[in-house]
């Protein structure tokens, strides 16, 4: 099954690894690292290969989406990127969480699916936020439709203002470093 990331989700990792290192020479691993996580949830699309139920616990949007699962995930990240030595546990624990939570919230934020098991292994019961702006995407291979094409304009222009705080102050050490000055 072809798989294809949500932009938005992809976003929210990079502006993790700006918050994260500050530093001239921000840590590639970090924000590659932040990345995977922030898209990490969707590890449950397998279930559909595997015939589980969209609505069972381990089905798509189930128990991978749940706040028990991105608490523990963006534990596990941290202890993976403290090894490195560039920041605090902490520090990459907080930020960790806070790329994994984005996840099921920004999902529970689409306007179709069956809503995200927030409170799993507490409750099955699936969840929607008041407020849903974002169209759910299309699976799979259907992502390269016209719909799917579609939902991806309308996360690019939704995440366009954080992924331009995620990277415009490197650009800009980059353009000075390459002897171009910013007027």
């Known amino acids: ?8 989700h992809v976003v929210v990792g990079v502006a993790g690894g700006r918050a994260l290192d500050r530093s001239p020479r921000p840590s590639l691993r970090g924000t ?19 015939g589980i139920p969209y609505s069972a616990p381990f089905g798509h949007r189930g128990a991978t989406h749940s706040i028990a699962f991105a608490m523990l995930a963006g534990a596990a990240a941290a202890a993976l990127l403290a090894r490195e030595g560039r920041w ?4 990459i624990a907080l930020v960790a969480c806070l790329v994994a939570i984005s996840h099921p919230l920004l ?8 809503g995200v098991a927030l409170l799993w292994p507490f409750s099955n019961a699936r969840f929607f936020a008041p407020w849903r702006p974002i169209p759910v995407a299309p699976l799979g291979a259907r992502m390269l439709s016209t719909r799917g094409l579609h939902v991806l304009w ?16 490197r650009a800009r050490r980059a ?9």
């Open 88 to 91: 605090s546990f902490s520090r």
């Open 1 to 8: 099954m072809l798989a294809v990331a949500s932009l938005i």
């Open 154 to 169: 309308i996360e690019a222009i939704g995440s366009l203002p954080l992924l331009a705080w995620a990277v415009w102050p």
């Open 107 to 114: 999902d529970a934020m689409t306007d179709g699916g069956l």
């Open 32 to 50: 590659v690292a932040l990345v995977a996580l922030s898209l990490l949830a969707d590890v449950d699309v397998v279930a559909f290969r595997l």
């Open 175 to 183: 353009i000075r470093g390459s002897g171009t000055t910013d007027s």
